[in-house]
């Protein structure tokens, strides 16, 4: 299973960094987009919007103000569904979402994940 993480950073102690080692130890196939490039378990952090096939899951850890540039980016790759983290939630995108036929979830992948829900 594919995942993009978007918010994905070098810094060990944050979330969008954390994610990435559990998704590896779940075998997950991860891609990282972030605002600075870097490299997060031998894995790139793009900070620019490459085209991407098959991704099922999109894991949010930037605020909901952060996320209006990824509106159409986020929708046009027509993941399954969007994983809106602690912080993340965001009513406007989820209705755009569901739209279009991607499910929001509001909750965090690192609890999804420990819990074999992921």
Not at 80 to 102: D, H, Q, T, Y
């Amino acid at each position: 299973m594919k995942t993009l993480v978007i918010g994905a950073t070098t810094n060990p102690d944050r979330y969008g960094n954390i994610v990435v080692k559990k998704l590896l130890n779940y075998g997950d196939e991860v891609v990282l987009m972030g605002p600075k490039t870097g490299i997060v378990e031998g894995i790139e952090i793009f900070n620019d919007r490459p085209v991407l096939k098959d991704v099922h899951s999109v894991t949010l850890y930037i605020n909901s103000e952060r996320q209006e540039d990824w509106y159409d980016y986020i929708i046009d790759l027509a993941p399954k569904r969007v994983v809106f983290n602690p912080g993340a939630e965001n009513e406007e995108l989820s209705a755009m979402l569901e739209e279009n036929n991607i499910e929001p979830v509001n909750a965090c992948t690192l609890t999804m994940l420990s819990l074999s829900l992921y």
